[in-house]
């Protein structure tokens, strides 16, 4: 019998992970990548037998293939992906692909801002409770490399809305939406209800027997459940009021009345700010949904250590609080990580704009920044939106530069917070990196 071809395009973590996959079910397998492809990723390849190609492209080659599994970064409307589906060839995510071949349940996790702590805290928590449990998606290990090698009972996942776009016939079993606010619109046709639409795709499939956790005081979110009937069991989340089969905040206390009711104090909470009471409730939801004992919930809220580059404490240095916050990579992210300080903030921003409206950010830039440095090779529209309510707005063309011009027009007290509100492609690999820099940057001071 002839193998069935498969075309994976990105030989990145996700690329080569449903490589190890394919293979394994026997299919004929090709990676191709327009970049070039990291030396760990190619000796897997080379140990597993699978052909390769980077720098390009074989489009000819790619065209017999029966599926194509494509990389989150390639845009839909990329030429070689409109001509794929033309011709009737599968275009999927590596998730979806992954998918067909497992038994195992799914928590999905998705949102404009939160996804990563909420993917994280859920998954110390399933851990905790002694679940053989994994953590794919945007962080982790590739899904399809696990399912391959070592197969899970249930997978926490966090779900970009490039993720779910490449979904069809996934189920996630427990999806959580965290929020809806604008992001990524350069790859949507600057268009907010097509990027909505991608983050409600995590609920195609859901049946009675599914759960959705979401907030309730997002708008988007709320409009839409009005117009559409959800199949699925749900659980809302609040700050503002009182809400049923879910969780919500009264007397200072976190209470989730989900399958018998607990309550936490806000102070033992591991992860502090408004935006991240949100985070604890998506998580301790989910973990009474799973029917996972209380104490284990309380224990995983209140012991959890926060992810990387995420609000991320650096240093004090002759009293100034340095604060690594480089995920932030769109405006919103910026407005909750802004919210939670209370000292006078320099405020370190910047990079590839994805279409961003700095206007909601100007009345708590306002209230809480005293020094703005843009760090990017273009900074012109930093300076328009804030040249009228900051008096001190200088460039930086490296960490390092940013570093030491914020820690100049610092003292003790202040906080100096890098939260960039755009992707860092411009001067840096990605956001890690750029975090990393900043963190060597200020240890350098």
Not at 23 to 42: S, T
Not at 126 to 140: E, F, R, S
């Amino acid at each position: 019998m002839k193998k069935q071809k498969i075309a994976i395009l990105g030989g990145g973590e996700s690329g080569v992970g449903a490589a190890i996959l394919a293979k394994k079910k026997g299919f004929e397998v090709f990676v191709y990548d327009k970049g070039i492809i990291k030396e760990k990723y190619k000796n897997v390849l080379i140990n597993i037998g699978v052909e390769w190609e980077e720098k390009k492209h074989s489009e000819e080659r790619i065209l017999t293939a029966r599926t194509v599994v494509k990389s989150p970064g390639i845009p839909e409307t990329a030429p070689l992906i409109l001509q794929l589906k033309e011709q009737g060839i599968e275009v999927i995510s590596e998730i979806e692909f992954a998918g067909r071949y497992t038994k195992a349940k799914f928590v999905g996790i998705t949102g404009s801002n939160g996804k990563t702590t909420t993917t994280m805290l859920t998954y110390h928590m399933l851990k905790k409770a002694g679940l053989n449990v994994g953590l794919a998606g945007n962080v982790g290990e590739s899904l399809a490399k696990q399912v391959a090698d070592d197969d899970k009972d249930i997978y926490v996942l966090e779900l970009s809305s490039f993720q779910l776009d490449g979904m069809f016939d996934f189920k996630v079993d427990i999806a959580i939406l965290l929020n809806v606010t604008p992001d990524h619109l350069d790859r949507y046709s600057y268009k907010f209800e097509n990027y909505a639409a991608s983050k409600f795709r995590i609920l195609q499939n859901q049946d009675e027997e599914c759960h959705f956790i979401y907030c309730e005081d997002d708008e988007v979110i709320i409009n839409y459940l009005r117009a559409h009937k959800i199949k699925a069991q749900k659980h809302p989340f609040s700050i503002k009021h009182i809400t049923s089969n879910g969780a919500y905040i009264e007397n200072e206390k976190l209470i989730i009345n989900t399958n018998k009711s607990i309550e936490m104090t806000l102070q033992s909470l591991a992860l502090q700010g408004k935006h991240n009471l949100y985070n604890s409730m998506a998580s301790g939801i989910a973990g009474r949904v799973l029917e996972l004992k209380k104490e284990i919930i309380r224990e995983s809220l209140s012991d959890f250590q926060n992810v990387e580059h995420r609000l991320e404490f650096v240093a004090k240095i002759h009293g100034i609080d340095f604060i690594n916050d480089s995920k932030a990579t769109n405006v919103n992210s910026t407005w909750y990580a802004l919210e939670t300080f209370q000292h006078p903030v320099i405020w370190i921003v910047g990079g590839v704009d994805k279409g961003n409206d700095y206007e909601m950010l100007k009345e708590l830039v306002a209230e809480k920044v005293k020094a703005i440095v843009c760090l990017g090779k273009d900074n012109a529209k930093i300076h328009e939106a804030f040249e009228d309510i900051i008096e001190e707005i200088v460039d930086a063309s490296s960490a390092e530069e940013a570093v030491r011009l914020a820690y100049k027009l610092g003292k003790s007290g202040d906080t100096v917070l890098l939260s960039p509100a755009c992707a860092s492609f411009d001067l840096f690999e990605n956001y890690e990196d750029r975090g990393q820099q900043f963190k060597s940057s200020v240890k350098r001071l």
